[in-house]
């Protein structure tokens, strides 16, 4: 069966390379807006699966793998920044506290219909940033379109005190750990 990564995201597509070059990408386009009063682990979870039924209508006998991942902060969920002023407002926000990260991980098999879901959560706990430490990093790094305002593949790392999460590649989106678990339950392994 074909391999197919549901994301238009480079780094989920670096971070699948570790294990194989033996994909194909497939770009899910759905409405990720949050429904009215959906929990945050509600959220990921309907966004992961809807990813991977999104790519499933575009492809034959497939194993999909699709992710999605919100930042919580406070209890209210963060988008992307976007702007220079936005992503300052986030950061300096997170100093010297923590953001809880949800990354939700679903496998599709288009052949049987059936979906493996799994969602990782990361604590990621930062330093004391200081508004210069803040803007030289955001210069550096413009993470705008990253949810948390930060890459954690990138210069991010530098804001961090430390993390907690049981796969470190949750954090940037694609948790390896349980993809491969995953993936040996419909009998796919990367080291056959």
Do not use: W
């Not at 391999?3 to 238009?8: A, N």
């Not at 499933?56 to 988008?79: K, N, P, T, V, Y």
């Not at 990361?122 to 413009?142: A, G, N, P």
């Amino acid at each position: 069966m074909q391999l197919v990564l549901g994301s238009s995201s480079p780094f989920r597509k670096k971070l699948l390379q570790r294990l194989t070059d033996n994909f194909v990408c497939e770009s899910p386009d759905i409405d990720e807006s949050p429904l009215s009063e959906e929990s945050p682990e509600a959220l990921v979870e309907r966004l992961s699966i809807e990813k991977a039924k999104a790519v499933a209508e575009q492809m034959g006998d497939a194993l999909i793998i699709s992710s999605d991942q919100i930042a919580i902060f406070e209890g209210e969920i963060l988008g992307k920044p976007h702007t220079h002023e936005r992503a300052i407002d986030m950061l300096s926000a997170f100093s010297d506290n923590s953001v809880r990260f949800e990354t939700g991980l679903c496998l599709y098999n288009t052949v049987t219909e059936h979906y493996q879901y799994k969602s990782i959560p990361t604590v990621v706990h930062f330093r004391q940033l200081s508004t210069e430490t803040i803007e030289s990093y955001l210069l550096k790094d413009k993470p705008y379109r990253c949810a948390g305002s930060f890459q954690a593949e990138g210069l991010g790392v530098v804001l961090f005190e430390r993390l907690e999460s049981q796969d470190p590649s949750a954090l940037i989106g694609l948790p390896l750990i349980e993809l491969t678990s995953m993936l040996a339950n419909e009998g796919y392994s990367f080291l056959d």
